[in-house]
Structure formats: structure tokens, C-alpha cells
């Protein structure tokens, strides 16, 4: 062995060990990203499934004539915006900013609740024109199940995440938690902004 | 970019409005290439790789992924590939129902 690779053996081995943090964030940072990796994994079955259901149905409603991408398109717009004002959020956290800190953690509340009302409005238009879990006025009866099952899931964790932002300002400006827990606050709604980035492309692009 | 403590992104919050800015550039390229309407596969293979584009920057920068050890990225970024496996595995499958229609 030579002595180069016993040196990199050896700071593995220091590394790995044990009594060190091999990876070099907190334990909650971890276990956030963990939550979110197995997360991604559930949307990722979800999409899958439907990409099966689709594939094999042999045909599909042409999505253009039924959503109305101009809408979709906003929806888009605003949690992207609201993704990068939790950004400057956490960053303001992060150097002792607070007021500018909760302003911004407001302002990505705020674009949740805009985009929830937009789904409210997207869904309730779409089951008074006939559409429900498993029949619809477009002659795939699976089309409507994807779509609501898919945009569901998605919607519960803006849901979620909206009171988890707001339980997060309100103990950040009462300096109960530290900017760690902003970070990973803010870590769980940018994954709720990725997501969406695929169900847009997949469930009403493609 | 300099970078301050602990490898994260210094000198305010320039970076973040950057990223938003590319971010409504390839959205508004993706609701483009559905209204020109190109060659279906085409079409596929783009909204794919323009989503993947938005979806690095979010975890790269919002995320910070960009900043953490490598070790740390290879261990969230590897278990992806599962779900990869699983839309891959099932592909065949739908094209046999397909197939018995």
C-alpha cells in the first residue's frame, strides 16, 4: 500500500467511524432530507402509475382543449416566486435579519394560499363540468383519477406546508427556534415547488 | 460567486433572483415548445430535460445542495434513481396492456 493510499484510508476511516458527523449538517437537516428523499420517491410511484395508465390506455383527452394551461401557467409563476422569496428568507435568517426574515416568510405564505385558491378554483371548475375520481365527460375514465389523485397529493403539501411556515414565522419572531429550523423549513417548500415542476411538465405539458 | 462561511454563497440575496429569473425563463420556454407544437417524442425529450434544468436549479441553489459535501449529495441524490428503475421496469408493462386492447 502506498503511503498516499494509506492516507486516504486512514481520514476514511476517521471520517466513518463513528463520533463524527460524516456528512456535516445537523441531525434535523438529515432527517428532513431523508423525508424528502422518500417523499420524492412517493410522487415519483405517483407519476409513474400514471404514466402506466396512460401509456396503456392507448389514448388520452388532449389536455390543451380541458385545462387551461394559462391558469396552470400562473400557478407555475407564483410558487416559483414563492420558492425563491422562502429563499431570501432563510438567507435573511441566517445573518440575524428577523424583521426581513418574517416579511418574506409572510410573502411565500401568501403565494400558498394564491396557489391554493387557483387548485380550488381549477378543481371545482373541472367537477362542474362533469369530472370525478373515476368517470368524466372525456371517455378515459382513469384521466380524472390521475389528475385528482396526483394534484391532491401535491396540494395537501402546500396545505401542509403553509401552516408549517406559519408555526415557523411565528416561533422565529418569538426566537424559539434557531435559523436552522428556517433553513429546513425552507427545504420543505422548495421541494413542494420541485414537484411541481415535474407534475406541470408530465400532467398538463406532455 | 465568493463564498462565505461554511461553503455557503456570500454577499446577500443576489443569487436567489438570479435563479428565479432562469427559473420563469424555462417555464415560459416549456409552455412555448407545447404551443409550437413540435414532433411529439421531440416535444417529450424537451419538456423532460427543461424540467430536470429547473428542478437541479431549485436543489442546487434554493436548496443549498450545491454547498454541502459531496458525500451528502451522492447520499440524497443517489436513492433518485429508484424511482428512474421503477417508471423503466413498468414501461413494458403498459405497452403489453396496451398490446391486449
Known amino acids: 500500500m502506498t503511503s498516499a493510499e494509506a492516507t486516504q484510508e486512514q481520514g476514511l476511516r476517521s471520517e466513518w467511524g463513528g463520533g463524527q458527523s460524516p456528512f456535516a449538517v445537523g441531525w434535523p437537516k438529515l432527517m428532513m432530507w431523508l423525508f424528502l428523499v422518500q417523499d420524492t420517491l412517493?410522487?415519483?410511484?405517483?407519476?409513474?402509475?400514471?404514466g402506466f395508465v396512460r401509456i396503456a390506455a392507448g389514448r388520452w383527452p388532449v389536455q390543451e382543449e380541458i385545462f387551461n394551461l394559462y391558469l396552470v401557467?400562473?400557478?407555475?409563476?407564483?410558487l416559483i416566486c414563492s420558492s425563491a422569496t422562502?429563499?431570501?428568507?432563510?438567507?435573511?435568517?441566517?445573518?440575524?435579519?428577523?424583521?426581513?426574515?418574517?416579511?418574506?416568510?409572510?410573502?411565500?405564505?401568501?403565494?400558498g394560499l394564491v396557489f391554493l385558491g387557483c387548485q380550488v378554483y381549477e378543481w371545482s371548475h373541472f367537477i362542474h363540468e362533469g369530472a370525478r375520481l373515476f368517470s368524466n365527460p372525456w371517455g378515459v375514465p382513469l384521466?380524472?383519477?390521475?389528475?385528482?389523485?396526483i394534484t391532491g397529493f401535491h396540494g395537501a403539501h402546500?396545505?401542509?406546508?403553509?401552516?408549517?411556515?406559519?408555526?415557523?414565522?411565528?416561533?422565529h419572531q418569538r426566537r424559539e427556534i434557531q435559523p436552522e429550523s428556517v433553513e429546513i423549513a425552507g427545504l420543505y417548500w422548495h421541494?413542494?415547488?420541485l414537484v411541481w415542476v415535474f407534475i406541470f411538465v408530465l400532467l398538463y405539458l406532455l | 460567486m465568493s463564498e462565505g462561511e461554511g461553503g455557503r454563497p456570500h454577499g446577500g440575496y443576489r443569487v436567489y433572483w438570479v435563479v428565479w429569473f432562469w427559473l420563469?425563463?424555462?417555464?415560459?420556454l416549456e409552455l412555448g415548445v407545447v404551443l409550437v407544437h413540435v414532433p411529439r417524442a421531440l416535444l417529450a425529450i424537451m419538456l423532460v430535460v427543461l424540467a430536470l434544468m429547473k428542478a437541479w436549479l431549485i436543489i442546487a441553489y434554493f436548496m443549498h445542495l450545491k454547498y454541502e459535501r459531496l458525500s451528502f449529495i451522492y447520499a440524497v441524490i443517489a436513492p433518485l434513481f429508484l424511482g428512474v428503475i421503477l417508471f423503466f421496469a413498468l414501461v413494458p408493462d403498459a405497452l403489453d396492456g396496451l398490446r391486449l386492447r
Open chain 1, 158 to 171: 402546500v396545505t401542509a406546508g403553509v401552516i408549517y411556515l406559519l408555526v415557523t414565522a411565528v416561533r
Open chain 1, 73 to 78: 401557467g400562473f400557478m407555475s409563476f407564483v
Open chain 1, 191 to 193: 421541494f413542494v415547488d
Open chain 2, 24 to 28: 420563469l425563463v424555462i417555464t415560459v
Open chain 1, 86 to 111: 422562502m429563499a431570501v428568507a432563510v438567507a435573511a435568517s441566517r445573518v440575524g435579519d428577523r424583521p426581513r426574515a418574517l416579511r418574506y416568510i409572510l410573502y411565500t405564505v401568501l403565494g
Open chain 1, 143 to 149: 384521466f380524472s383519477a390521475t389528475f385528482f389523485i
Open chain 1, 42 to 50: 412517493t410522487f415519483a410511484g405517483l407519476l409513474t402509475a400514471y
